[in-house]
């Protein structure tokens, strides 16, 4: 059984998910941070790049939208013919008005990704207006995909595409007939609302704390669901008795205490921001993020094991494939990732650990493709990017150090202020007042404040120091007279 947990007091809106008490997914969601991805917007083409085959669309958002020319929908009709993409250049020009779709939010310096290949989803279906295609979920039998596959092409127009999702499955022609109708008029809806609009302008906005708790309410084996917040209890008790009765069962959670910290869950959100996670076997994972990868490595640490070598490494390394799954979708870690496992020798292992990972891996809704072993031992992989990780969310670069977990050290810091004073030489000033760190006017002063008197008489000035208190190694030059 399941247990989900929802913050929805507050602007920043938060839920977990436990299964069999140990937490399997953390969600957060702030005003200012909230995902794209979903959303249509009108936009207007800015620039056409040829040897990116991409176009640059204002979508209104601080960075232009990314859209490649494979998805466009001519370029997708192209593909389900056989045929060669048709450039960027017939497909879009400068200035020209543009009904698009984020598929990807903005990451770093990349602004969000775009399609104009439009998805509505539906229970039973994802509805594209112009995709040209049908499609139906692996998940059902091969021969009702046959069956959906030959009707869904009756229904549709030659532009048309449609994706029946697993759900559509046994649900009946005339369900499915009657959700293909309401999706074509909301986007009969939205191409009126773009006519009236001034590009840049969002038509459609998906608000991402409710589309994921529904998803997993829909996909989700069941269980009780505890919400601090009346509104948002009604919301979703509304949503469940109109669809999963019986399924789950709703709790108004009116304590004094956070809701987190009832049910003991408030540290969780802390530790999955930590590089460091242990094992139960007393190895560790050191998991470090950049904005093109995340590397992972794998190390021993206090496991030494009782059996052979190979066996112990073999043990930690599939300890540290499943968690690594886990934190995944916990981090909500997405790119791509390389882990560093602990060398093996034998291929068999390397297989037994790939499979504890795969397996793992089916909890995660999320896309990932492992791309195996490389000649060094490292496992690539990349999972799919949907939304920014909890590491975004909830961080911002130290402005210290910039994100490197480093900083200038007191002996750069007094080596770089020497430097600065020397400027001074040969000008008029009698004086300049140097306020700084203890340690880096230790430094800048030398043993018993030789190399402090030497300056002084090099550069024939006063120096005067001044120790104050910063959060790191610095200094500041003040009065100069």
Same mark, same amino acid.
């Given at each position: 059984?399941?247990e989900?947990i929802? +913050?929805?007091?507050?602007?920043?809106k938060?839920?977990?998910?436990?299964k069999?008490?140990?937490?399997?997914?953390?969600?957060?969601?702030q005003?200012?941070?909230?995902?794209?991805t979903?959303?249509?917007?009108?936009?207007?083409?800015v620039?056409?790049?040829?040897?990116?085959?991409?176009?640059?669309v204002?979508?209104?958002?601080? *960075?232009?939208?990314?859209?490649?020319?494979?998805d466009?929908?001519?370029?997708?009709?192209?593909?389900?013919?056989?045929?060669?993409?048709i450039?960027?250049? &017939?497909?879009?020009h400068?200035g020209? *008005?543009?009904?698009?779709q984020?598929?990807?939010?903005?990451?770093?310096?990349?602004?969000?990704k775009?399609?104009?290949? $439009?998805?509505l989803?539906?229970e039973h279906?994802?509805y594209m207006?112009?995709?040209?295609?049908?499609?139906?979920?692996?998940k059902i039998? !091969?021969?009702?995909?046959?069956?959906?596959?030959?009707?869904?092409?009756?229904?549709k127009?030659? /532009? #048309?595409? /449609?994706?029946?999702?697993?759900?559509?499955?046994?649900a009946? %022609?005339?369900?499915l007939?009657?959700e293909?109708d309401t999706?074509r008029?909301?986007?009969? /809806?939205l191409?009126g609302? %773009?006519?009236?609009?001034?590009?840049?302008a969002?038509?459609?906005?998906e608000d991402?704390?409710?589309?994921?708790?529904?998803?997993?309410?829909?996909t989700?084996?069941?269980g009780?669901i505890a919400?601090?917040?009346?509104?948002?209890? #009604?919301?979703?008790?509304?949503w469940? #008795?109109a +669809?999963?009765?019986?399924?789950?069962?709703? !709790?108004?959670?009116?304590g004094?205490?956070?809701?987190?910290? @009832?049910?003991?869950?408030?540290?969780?959100?802390?530790?999955a921001?930590k590089?460091?996670v242990?094992l139960?076997?007393g190895?560790?994972?050191?998991i470090?993020?950049?904005?093109?990868l995340?590397?992972?490595?794998?190390?021993?640490g206090k496991?030494?094991?009782?059996?052979?070598?190979?066996q112990?490494?073999?043990k930690?390394n599939?300890?540290a494939?499943?968690?690594?799954? *886990?934190?995944?979708?916990?981090?909500n870690?997405?790119?791509?990732?390389l882990?560093?496992? $602990?060398?093996?020798k034998?291929?068999?292992?390397r297989? !037994?650990?790939?499979? /504890?990972?795969?397996?793992?891996?089916?909890?995660? %809704?999320?896309?990932t493709?492992?791309?195996?072993?490389t000649s060094?031992?490292?496992?690539?992989?990349?999972r799919?990017?949907?939304?920014p990780?909890?590491n975004?969310?909830?961080?911002?670069p130290?402005?210290?150090?910039?994100?490197?977990g480093r900083?200038?050290s007191?002996? %750069?810091?007094?080596?770089?202020?020497?430097r600065?004073?020397?400027?001074?030489?040969?000008?008029?000033?009698a004086?300049?007042?140097?306020?700084?760190? &203890?340690d880096?006017?230790?430094?800048?002063?030398?043993?018993?404040r030789h @190399?402090? &008197?030497?300056?002084?008489?090099?550069?024939?000035? *006063?120096?005067?120091?001044?120790v104050?208190? +910063?959060?790191?190694?610095?200094?500041? $030059?003040?009065k100069?007279?």
């Amino acid at each position: 059984m399941e247990e989900i947990i929802v +913050h929805g007091k507050g602007r920043e809106k938060r839920w977990v998910l436990r299964k069999d008490q140990k937490v399997a997914g953390l969600f957060t969601y702030q005003p200012q941070e909230e995902t794209l991805t979903g959303n249509i917007y009108f936009g207007k083409v800015v620039k056409v790049q040829k040897g990116l085959g991409a176009a640059f669309v204002d979508i209104g958002q601080n *960075k232009n939208g990314y859209l490649h020319e494979k998805d466009f929908p001519q370029n997708v009709a192209a593909y389900h013919r056989g045929d060669a993409a048709i450039p960027i250049s &017939k497909c879009v020009h400068e200035g020209q *008005k543009i009904l698009v779709q984020v598929t990807k939010d903005a990451a770093g310096t990349k602004g969000p990704k775009l399609s104009a290949v $439009i998805e509505l989803k539906g229970e039973h279906l994802v509805y594209m207006p112009e995709g040209h295609y049908i499609a139906v979920s692996k998940k059902i039998d !091969e021969a009702e995909r046959r069956d959906l596959k030959r009707t869904g092409k009756e229904w549709k127009t030659e /532009a #048309e595409g /449609a994706v029946f999702r697993t759900k559509a499955s046994g649900a009946g %022609s005339e369900t499915l007939i009657e959700e293909l109708d309401t999706l074509r008029s909301r986007y009969q /809806a939205l191409e009126g609302l %773009s006519r009236r609009s001034k590009a840049p302008a969002l038509l459609f906005r998906e608000d991402a704390f409710y589309k994921d708790l529904f998803e997993q309410l829909k996909t989700g084996e069941g269980g009780s669901i505890a919400v601090d917040d009346f509104e948002c209890y #009604e919301h979703l008790k509304g949503w469940i #008795e109109a +669809h999963y009765s019986g399924k789950w069962v709703m !709790e108004l959670y009116q304590g004094r205490e956070n809701i987190f910290q @009832h049910f003991g869950v408030s540290s969780v959100w802390k530790n999955a921001l930590k590089k460091v996670v242990w094992l139960d076997n007393g190895a560790f994972l050191l998991i470090e993020s950049t904005e093109a990868l995340t590397v992972v490595d794998v190390n021993s640490g206090k496991f030494t094991g009782k059996d052979d070598l190979a066996q112990t490494v073999l043990k930690t390394n599939k300890l540290a494939a499943v968690e690594m799954a *886990k934190q995944l979708t916990l981090r909500n870690i997405s790119g791509i990732i390389l882990i560093d496992f $602990i060398d093996m020798k034998k291929e068999t292992h390397r297989e !037994e650990v790939l499979r /504890a990972f795969s397996e793992a891996l089916q909890e995660d %809704s999320q896309r990932t493709t492992v791309l195996g072993f490389t000649s060094l031992g490292v496992l690539e992989l990349t999972r799919k990017r949907a939304r920014p990780s909890l590491n975004e969310y909830l961080t911002v670069p130290c402005p210290v150090c910039s994100g490197t977990g480093r900083i200038v050290s007191p002996e %750069s810091k007094a080596f770089q202020l020497e430097r600065e004073l020397w400027e001074y030489q040969g000008t008029d000033t009698a004086e300049i007042v140097i306020e700084g760190t &203890k340690d880096v006017l230790d430094v800048f002063a030398g043993s018993e404040r030789h @190399h402090l &008197k030497r300056l002084e008489e090099a550069l024939k000035m *006063k120096l005067d120091l001044h120790v104050i208190n +910063h959060s790191h190694p610095h200094y500041q $030059i003040g009065k100069i007279v």
